[in-house]
């Protein structure tokens, strides 16, 4: 067998054999698909989890605006036929208020010029003397028996009255004479007498007295019902209360009658022409001017 030397053909291929294998086996690896790394993985998953969020995002944005269009679009059509319906109504109505604004600016013009503190106060006056005639025929008092029995039950069952008075038959009606004497007071006084309203302060005192001398006792009297009944009360009922501030507001207003009613005073001076002129309507001289003048003399 034959021993091939070192410097021989084969031995002198061998070198480039090697560099086509090396180059086919890089060509294959090349040629063949390799698998996906971490990097690319995450990136692709991240990718993918960022388009479904922006698709969820539009889909939720979506539904949000038709949630919020619906009732919009529903709302609107209720307000656009109510605000109608006002306005048709308002233009209706305000030429009435405005008429109504008119009329209460003239009726406060007219209470201006008319209602002036005098009349006032002498209608306030009037209207006084009037309770006062119409307290008498008010009752004065009531008498309940067996209040004890219907204690707590005031309000549902009130005791039985058994007797009333009248306020005018406790005083032998002097209340409807006092009560005419006060309008003629009154009246008087209007018609340019001013003083006339101080007499209503007796007037007053006298129907002030008359309440508490003689109504209040007899009110209060329970009389023969305290011998026939058991636990009698008698209790003063608005005409006595009706007759006793009429009488206090006679007194009150005797006084503001006197004043509102007076005339008005005027004082006027007499305007003085000049107050350097002598009784012969020349200037005088200062006394100074004078002496020295009877002095050249």
Known sequence: MRLRKPGSR???ASPQAARERAASRAEKKRSSPRPAGRREATTESAGAFASVAKRSAAELLGIARELIRIPAALYMRVAEKLGGWVLAAWLRVWPYLLALWRLAG???AWAERVATPARVTVAVALLT??????SQWADLSAISVGTDAYKGLENV???PEVSEKTVGSAHLWLGIPLAIVAALLIVGSARGRPGLARLLVPVGIAVVAI???VDRPEGLDEGREALEYESVTAELLPGFWAQLVSGV???LLAAVLARVLQ???TTRRPAREGSGRSKGGLLRRPRGLRRTAEAGR
């Not at 003397?129 to 119409?134: E, H, P, Q, R």
Request: no cysteine; charged share 15%; hydrophobic share 60%.
């Open 10 to 12: 084969a031995s002198k």
């Open 157 to 159: 069952a009130p005791a």
């Open 263 to 265: 005339p008005d005073r």
């Open 249 to 251: 507001v006679l007194i």
């Open 106 to 108: 003239r009726g406060l």
């Open 211 to 213: 309440s508490l001398l």
């Open 129 to 134: 003397a009037l309770a006062l005639a119409g």
